[in-house]
């Protein structure tokens, strides 16, 4: 398979903390994207990485990339409880994305 | 920004019928179109790639007669599933890439289509 691996699969914290997560991959990447789902909703696009970046924020997100790793993590800073959702990584290879396994994250008020 | 749409939202059919999903891009131009496939608490899987005028490439593993895919236009891709059984029940999404405002874009995803084969 050419999905990627993410962890950890879930992960649960208080509002205010910090949640940590991490995708690998094996195949060469043109870049990396993560996205948010709220149960049995579609996807929502949170940020992209591309290869030849290392590092990228957006607002409360952190996303790194090493490539020579094979590996992205994301950071969700200050935590809320509408940040309760799984998360997934996408990398884009030949054109297509494929997916990690998700962490459900649950931050409690 | 780019939109892609999806109808219907959910459908409910019966054991050996077949069910057409619409994956619509609204703004833009989608020279390519993928279909995904998520189980309940799963990961999307890619199922097929299709691109406007040419027959899809199905990944491995997943029978083209029984997920049909048409790319007709720029605009329009649908998946139908043919002799629907209770296992083919998923939530089925789709993504669109072409060309917004002169760029070549991402993906962008439509907000899924849950299929319940009773």
């Known amino acids: 398979s050419q999905q990627g691996e993410e962890d950890p699969q879930a992960l649960s914290i208080q509002e205010g903390e910090n949640a940590t997560m991490n995708c690998s991959y094996k195949?060469?990447?043109?870049?990396l994207q993560w996205y948010r789902q709220n149960s049995g909703r579609g996807l929502v696009h949170l940020i992209l990485?591309?290869?030849?970046?290392r590092e990228k924020h957006s607002g409360r997100l952190r996303v790194t990339l090493d490539t020579s790793k094979k590996s992205s993590s994301l950071l969700i800073t200050a935590s809320r409880a509408a940040d309760t959702a799984s998360y997934f990584c996408a990398f884009d290879s030949w054109g297509k994305l494929q997916f990690g396994a998700g962490t459900q994250v649950v931050v409690t008020p | 920004g780019a939109v892609v749409s999806q109808h219907p939202s959910r459908v409910i059919c019966k054991s050996g019928t077949s069910v057409k999903i619409e994956c619509r891009s609204l703004d833009f131009q989608a020279t390519t179109m993928f279909w995904y496939r998520q189980f309940p608490k799963k990961s999307l899987m890619l199922m097929a790639t299709s691109n406007e005028g040419s027959k899809a490439t199905y990944e491995q593993g997943v029978e083209k007669d029984k997920f049909l895919i048409n790319h007709a236009s720029l605009t329009l891709s649908t998946l139908t599933v043919t002799s629907a059984h209770p296992e083919d029940s998923s939530f089925y999404i789709c993504s669109a890439r072409g060309v917004l405002a002169g760029v070549y874009n991402e993906q962008f995803f439509g907000p899924g289509t849950r299929l319940t084969v009773l």
């Open positions: 195949t060469s990447i043109n870049n």
């Open positions: 990485i591309r290869s030849n970046e």
